[in-house]
Nanobody, 124 residues
């Protein structure tokens, strides 16, 4: 079992930055690949970023590539999402998730554990 707690969301102006954190507790954080998803009102949950268990591999949605960076600190059982140059269309509830799959995962059902979500609002 793994428990995930998302934090770091907020209301920011376009062009600003935020850093989200996802703190894990429970069993073997370092053996899980991690992902970030977001969900805007009235829309389906969409993939944002993924990072391998070691942090050596990352993958990003085209909409955030070059602006977002995910990294992790396995000693602190925490994964981060650095979001730069935020846009109004980045608005949504952001969720971190953990998977036991051995490859980068981009689909929600590939993930076993989810955080509660943190709201990010980018204003124009």
């Amino acid at each position: 079992q793994l428990q995930l707690v998302d934090s770091g969301g907020g209301l920011v102006q376009a062009g600003a930055f935020l850093r989200l954190s996802c703190a894990a507790s429970g069993d073997s954080f370092s053996s899980h690949g991690m992902g970030w998803f977001r969900q805007a009102p009235g829309k389906e949950r969409e993939f944002v970023a993924a990072i391998s268990w070691s942090g050596g591999s990352t993958y990003y949605a085209d909409s955030v590539k070059g602006r977002y960076t995910s990294y992790r600190d396995n000693d602190k059982n925490t994964v981060y999402l650095q979001m730069n140059s935020l846009k109004p269309e980045d608005t949504g509830v952001y969720y971190c998730a953990a998977t036991t799959l051995g490859h980068i995962a981009t689909i929600p059902y590939e993930y076993d554990y989810w955080g509660q979500g943190t709201q990010v609002t980018g204003s124009s």
